[in-house]
């Protein structure tokens, strides 16, 4: 258990917020599974600020997430104030957080995501002018630096620690990185080591051995899972007890994996209508069935549907197959 501000987190495990995926139906299914903290996918500050409908959309929060972190991204600090002032006055949100990692283009040639790692002034600047106009706990999610001649991330640290915000979260690969290569866990450690707000260290946490040797390695006071987490909430909940009890749980069944993969998507259908939802599903369902025996034909069928009576068709006998074909071995 740590707190970020006044919000109390009950354990260590906290899952980071991917874009395109951490939308209500995600973060609840994650949370049911223990999660201490659920953090959604990026959302525009412009967005906000115009009432973009797509982006008003992406600002449900159900009171079954709760505690969760919803994160906001822009480079200009008049749009982000406003943007984190209505997050604060019009959401559920226990947590505003601002994105400072995101590597893509798009956005950081907008001054935003990543792009700030190059400037610890600018994130003193902006993360306490947001810290100043709201009344929830305000964190940032960085990187270790923008590329590895570029890597300032104990002084980014002290910036934000000293703009006021409540707690950092850190993934220790650069921008330039993107998602290869691996992440730099002694950089995390420093950062941990140079601030006295809590760290959540991110980066290729693929299981609960591995969870528990960065806790102790680095000292930071939770771990944050990201692409480790796709298709398997499983991964929170056997990560949250390994830490709490030491006993390493089992892998789910194919028939549990079916199971939650229809939860997730009944979900993702009163969220986004049905098309849509079918849509995202596809890979959802890629990730579900990962590492199954014959998954990749019934990939290639979910591929070609677009109603929620298909999917659960296919499923279903997909998940009765592999059961008698386990009792028949």
């Not at 950081?108 to 792009?115: H, I, L, M």
């Not at 290869?180 to 707000?197: H, L, R, S, T």
């Not at 000292?219 to 009890?245: C, F, H, Q, S």
């Not at 993969?261 to 986004?272: A, F, G, P, S, T």
Request: with cysteine.
């Amino acid at each position: 258990m740590f707190k970020i501000g006044d919000v109390t987190i009950p354990n260590k495990v906290v899952l980071a917020p991917m874009a395109g995926v951490c939308n209500y139906a995600f973060r609840l299914t994650v949370k049911e599974f223990g999660a201490g903290l659920v953090c959604a996918e990026m959302i525009s500050d412009k967005g906000i600020v115009n009432r973009n409908e797509k982006t008003m959309n992406m600002l449900y929060i159900d009171e079954d997430e709760m505690p969760m972190s919803l994160q906001i991204f822009g480079g200009e600090k008049e749009t982000l104030i406003e943007a984190a002032q209505f997050v604060d006055e019009h959401t559920n949100a226990s947590i505003i957080d601002i994105n400072m990692g995101c590597p893509v283009p798009k956005i950081t040639k907008c001054d935003a995501g990543a792009r700030w790692l190059l400037d610890p002034n600018k994130i003193y600047e902006m993360v306490s002018a947001v810290v100043d106009n709201v009344n929830k706990p305000v964190t940032v999610k960085m990187r270790s630096g923008w590329d590895e001649d570029h890597i300032y991330a104990v002084d980014n640290a002290r910036a934000v620690e000293a703009a006021g915000a409540a707690a950092l979260g850190i993934h220790g690969r650069t921008r330039k990185q993107l998602y290869e290569g691996f992440a730099d866990w002694e950089i995390i450690k420093q950062v941990k080591q140079a601030v006295k707000i809590p760290v959540i260290g991110n980066g290729d946490i693929t299981s609960p051995e591995i969870a528990k040797q960065r806790l102790e390695e680095s000292g930071v006071d939770a771990i944050m899972i990201g692409r480790a987490a796709l298709g398997n909430p499983w991964m929170i909940y056997r990560t949250v007890k390994y830490l709490e009890t030491g006993e390493l749980l089992g892998e789910p069944t194919p028939k549990e994996k079916v199971d939650v993969c229809l939860l997730h998507m009944e979900r993702l259908v009163k969220l986004k209508g049905e098309k849509a939802a079918i849509m995202e599903m596809r890979k959802h369902a890629a990730w579900y069935l990962k590492g199954l025996k014959g998954n990749g034909r019934v990939r290639n069928r979910i591929n070609q549907i677009e109603t929620k009576e298909a999917m659960e068709n296919i499923l279903f006998d997909y998940a009765n197959e592999l059961e008698i074909a386990t009792f028949a071995s």
